[in-house]
Structures are given as structure tokens and as C-alpha cells.
């Protein structure tokens, strides 16, 4: 009975120890403080800093505006709370660019091939959707300045039912070589195999809006890099 006490115990010790370090491997993007380490692209919708939480506000007339990471990223696991507003469509861009000439891009769909040319200066890639519309298609992939959805959540009614309007929601979004998986508040939502883009910045959007004073919220923004 003691060694089996004496098993159990290390077992449980262990598998804390593991947690602890698994919990060391992600580190923060946002110091809670500053925008140190991000640059505004897109549009001009304002970005501020707040009790620990990044603050974007749409102003009319704008485009598309993004907050990006300094910072590209391939493969990793990032997750990150938000708090949408109930009106205002808005996003977390990952493996993302914007280049100062345009770019083509090709791709295959049931056998033809389609192109687009991406302008200079347009923020484009995968984007992981915050949807506070009824639809509720927040966790899916939609391609920003590119193919449009990818992967929405038409048949996931677990992850729709999973978003919370008005409230804090956690996206843990998992992007490891030709695949990127998203989780609404543990659900899991997305599942794409696509190999399109493997490296980019990441972006908070806030999305082209008819009106100013909208706010989406985020907080707890942080990121483990994978081989």
C-alpha cells in the first residue's frame, strides 16, 4: 500500500511539474502596459492600452485596421481572451503579410486553378473570425483580402453555442504546419489543412465600421513557438 501511495504521489507531482513547464513555454505578446512590439497597419481605427487590455475603437470612414506583432511567427499555439462588441465584426489575424508591391497568389479549387492579385499595402492571410452576429461563426478561418472563408461554422453548432456575446471568450488557436486549429472557450471549432501561407505577423483587426466608438477588447495575449 505504501509504494502504490508512494507511485500515485509521484505521478501527480509529475504531471504538475509538467503543467508548470508547459505553462512556462508560452510567453507574453502584450506587456499589459504598452504597445511595445506591435505596429498599426490598414486603416486608422484607434488602438489604446487599458487595465491590461488592448482597446481597438473603429472610426468611420476607415478600413480595415490591424495591430500587428513586429514580430513574424509560423508554427505555434497562441492564446488570448476577448471581449467583442455586439455589433462590430472584428478578428485575430495569423501567418499575415502586407508587402509594398502586389502579390498573385494561385490555387487549385476542384481541379481549376483560380488566381488574385493581393494590392501593395493590404493586409491579407488567415484570419480567425470574432462573428457577434447570429450567425455566431466566431472561431472560424476566413482568408482577410484573399479567398474568403475557408472554414466556416455552419455545421459546428457546438462552437456557435460556444461564444458568449458581451462577455470574455477565449480563442486557443493551434497553427503547425499545413494545419490550423481553433477552440472557442475549450470547443473546438475549426480544422483546416491548408498550406497557402506558412509565416506572418499576427494582427488584432478592427473591422471598417459605419459608426465611431465601437470597441472590441482584448487581454492575456500570449504564445508558445512549436518546432
Known amino acids: 500500500m ?9 505521478v501527480l507531482v509529475f504531471g504538475a511539474s509538467s503543467a508548470v513547464v508547459a505553462a512556462d513555454d508560452f510567453k507574453p505578446l502584450f506587456d499589459g502596459e504598452t504597445l511595445d512590439g506591435w ?19 473603429s472610426k468611420k470612414g476607415t478600413p480595415n485596421s490591424f495591430l500587428t506583432t513586429a514580430k ?14 455586439e455589433t462590430l465584426n472584428s478578428g485575430v489575424q ?31 492571410g488567415y484570419q480567425v473570425e470574432i462573428d457577434p ?20 461554422l455552419a455545421n459546428n453548432e457546438a462552437a456557435r453555442k460556444a461564444f458568449k456575446p458581451g462577455e470574455w471568450n477565449e480563442f486557443r488557436i493551434v497553427a503547425n504546419g499545413d494545419s490550423i486549429k481553433t ?10 489543412k491548408d498550406d497557402m501561407t506558412g509565416e506572418g505577423f499576427i ?12 470597441e472590441i477588447r482584448w487581454r492575456n495575449i500570449r504564445i508558445r513557438e512549436l518546432p
Open 72 to 85: 513574424d511567427y509560423d508554427n505555434f499555439e497562441l492564446i488570448l481572451e476577448f471581449l467583442p462588441d
Open 183 to 192: 477552440f472557442l472557450n475549450g470547443v473546438p471549432a475549426a480544422d483546416l
Open 203 to 214: 494582427a488584432l483587426q478592427v473591422h471598417s465600421f459605419k459608426e465611431d466608438g465601437h
Open 39 to 57: 505596429v498599426q497597419k490598414g486603416g486608422e481605427a484607434e488602438y489604446r492600452v487599458e487595465d491590461g487590455q488592448i482597446i481597438g475603437t
Open 133 to 152: 452576429s447570429p450567425r455566431a461563426w466566431t472561431g472560424g478561418i476566413y482568408d482577410e483580402g484573399r479567398r474568403g472563408w475557408l472554414n466556416n
Open 2 to 10: 505504501m509504494r502504490l501511495t508512494c507511485l500515485v504521489l509521484g
Open 94 to 124: 495569423i501567418r499575415s503579410n502586407m508587402y509594398d508591391e502586389p502579390k498573385t497568389y494561385t490555387w487549385t479549387v476542384d481541379g481549376k486553378e483560380k488566381s488574385t492579385t493581393v494590392k501593395e499595402g493590404r493586409v491579407h
